[in-house]
Every structure is written in structure tokens, then in C-alpha cells.
Nanobody, 118 residues
Framework: QVHLVESGGGLVQAGGSLRLACVAS????????MGWFRQAPGKDHEAVAH????????YYGDSVKGRFAISGDNAKNTVYLQMNSLKPEDTALYYC???????????WGQGTQVTVSA
């Protein structure tokens, strides 16, 4: 069992920055990937970014490439998402996601709201 707690969301003006954090607790020795998804009202769930725990390789969704940066701290079981040059279309509920050797089960945080005003 793994528990995820996100923080760092809020309201920011377009062009501004926010940093999200997600801390994992519980059976963290089996973590393989940690990352972020988002969902805006009326839109599909979207993969934002993820990082592979073993080699720090990263993936970014096309809409955030060059603006967002994901990083991880294995010792703290924490993943961060630095979001720069934010746009109103980045407004969404951002969810932390964790995958690993958990028998096909993925874990989700409760979500943190990011709102970007024009």
C-alpha cells in the first residue's frame, strides 16, 4: 500500500510559475515511476510528465514541453513538478501518480488545483 500527498497548487497569473510536490509513503521500495496527470473541466485526463526512478529518465506531454520540469528525490520519495510560463489552458486538477511492482496497481494522490488567470 502506498499513500500520496500533493502540495503546491494555487492561483497564479499567466506567465507565472508554480512548483508542485508529491510525497509517497508506505511500501515505497517498489516505486518504478512517479509522475503527474491533469484534468480540466470537460476535458480528458492528460499525462503531464513522469520520471523513471531507476535512471531519472523523463517523459513530457507535448503541451508542457519546454515549460515544465519534473524531478525526483529518491531519498525523500518525492517528485516535483516545476511549472514555468504558465498559461490559462494549464488550469486543471493535477494528480500525482505512482507505478511500480505492485501487482498491476497504480496509486493516485487526491489532486491539487492549479488555476492560471489571464
Amino acid at each position: 500500500q502506498v499513500h500520496l500527498v500533493e502540495s503546491g497548487g494555487g492561483l497564479v497569473q499567466a506567465g507565472g510559475s508554480l512548483r508542485l510536490a508529491c510525497v509517497a509513503s508506505g511500501r515505497t521500495s517498489s516505486i518504478q515511476y512517479m509522475g503527474w496527470f491533469r484534468q480540466a473541466p470537460g476535458k480528458d485526463h492528460e499525462a503531464v510528465a513522469h520520471i523513471k526512478w531507476s535512471d531519472n529518465s523523463t517523459y513530457y506531454g507535448d503541451s508542457v514541453k519546454g515549460r515544465f520540469a519534473i524531478s525526483g528525490d529518491n531519498a525523500k520519495n518525492t517528485v516535483y513538478l516545476q511549472m514555468n510560463s504558465l498559461k490559462p489552458e494549464d488550469t486543471a486538477l493535477y494528480y500525482c501518480n505512482l507505478r511500480g511492482d505492485y501487482g498491476g496497481v497504480g496509486y493516485w494522490g487526491q489532486g491539487t488545483q492549479v488555476t492560471v488567470s489571464a
